[in-house]
């Protein structure tokens, strides 16, 4: 099967200046702290996918249905509701993770944070740690 035409690509915007344009202070802090902890944690730099998704890494994707995409390892995005993380969550071992994070929410392989002030910081490092070992 050919692969799909995603309509989230990956783009030459800088992410910097992205970053510096969110306008809520407590969440371009935030998004600042989570891109230093994925950028360690994948040893890659930070790229734009689409309008406002900040993906680290590169992952081939292969589905049971034949679909192939190239995405990548894992990210973020700074909804208006919350600070979206995708990739982070380990299904063998995020419910031990989850459960000491602190407040949050999940659904689709997404992690959903209001603010890092809500959460255990060491414990996200932790899932953004094992998330790089995984897909490498």
């Keep these: 099967m050919a692969k ?7 783009t030459d ?4 200046k992205f970053l510096n344009g ?5 969440r371009r802090k935030d998004c600042i702290v989570v891109s230093k902890l994925m950028k360690a944690a994948s040893k890659s730099e930070p790229k734009m996918w689409g309008t406002a998704i900040v993906g680290f890494g590169n ?10 995409l190239d995405w990548f390892q894992f990210g973020f995005s700074p909804r208006k509701q919350n600070l979206t993380l995708y990739g982070v969550m380990n299904a063998s071992k995020s419910a031990g993770f989850l459960k000491n994070l602190g407040k949050h929410k999940t659904g689709k392989g997404c992690l959903y944070i209001n603010s ?11 899932m953004i740690e094992l998330a790089a070992v995984k897909k490498k």
């Design 13 to 16: 915007t800088s992410v910097e």
């Design 22 to 26: 969110i306008v809520d202070e407590q």
């Design 4 to 10: 799909a035409e995603l309509k989230t690509k990956q």
């Design 59 to 68: 992952v081939h994707l292969k589905y049971e249905s034949g679909r192939e």
């Design 116 to 126: 890092l002030d809500e959460v255990n910081i060491d414990v996200l490092k932790q």
